[in-house]
């Protein structure tokens, strides 16, 4: 049985950094794609970042590139986010989802995904 299981979460203040951890098992992911989205109330749930198997290739949303940064662990079946410089308009559940179905910057092109995790930072 596959899962996904993110930690890190919190609540911190404007400017503060987190890393989330997203750590998978039931099987290795190490040549498949895993991205971050997040879903704040009332809206649909975002693209964030992903990753490619190797770590070669990553790609951000616009409204978090050179704040945040993926990454990966392919030996401990894991993948980060690291959030630096965190706004509040960064609050939401972020989720983790694994294996590419489709197009990298829509939820629906994924198979597996996490719980989430909740940020909220404080202005």
């Known amino acids: 049985q596959v899962q996904l299981v993110e930690s890190g979460g919190g609540l911190v203040q404007a400017g503060d950094s987190l890393r989330l951890s997203c750590a998978a098992s039931?099987?290795?992911?190490?040549?498949?794609?895993m991205a971050w989205f997040r879903q704040a109330p009332g809206k649909e749930r975002a693209f964030v970042a992903m990753?490619?198997?190797?770590?070669?290739?990553?790609y951000y949303a616009d409204s978090v590139k050179d704040r945040f940064t993926i990454s990966r662990d392919n030996a401990k079946n894991t993948v980060y986010l690291i959030m630096d410089s965190l706004k509040p308009e960064d609050t939401a559940v972020y989720y983790c989802?694994?294996?590419?179905?489709?197009?990298?910057?829509?939820?629906?092109?994924?198979?597996?995904w996490g719980q989430g995790t909740q940020v909220t930072v404080s202005s």
């Open positions: 989802a694994a294996e590419r179905s489709g197009l990298y910057y829509l939820a629906s092109g994924y198979v597996f």
């Open positions: 039931g099987r290795t992911f190490s040549s498949s794609v």
């Open positions: 990753i490619t198997g190797s770590g070669a290739n990553r």
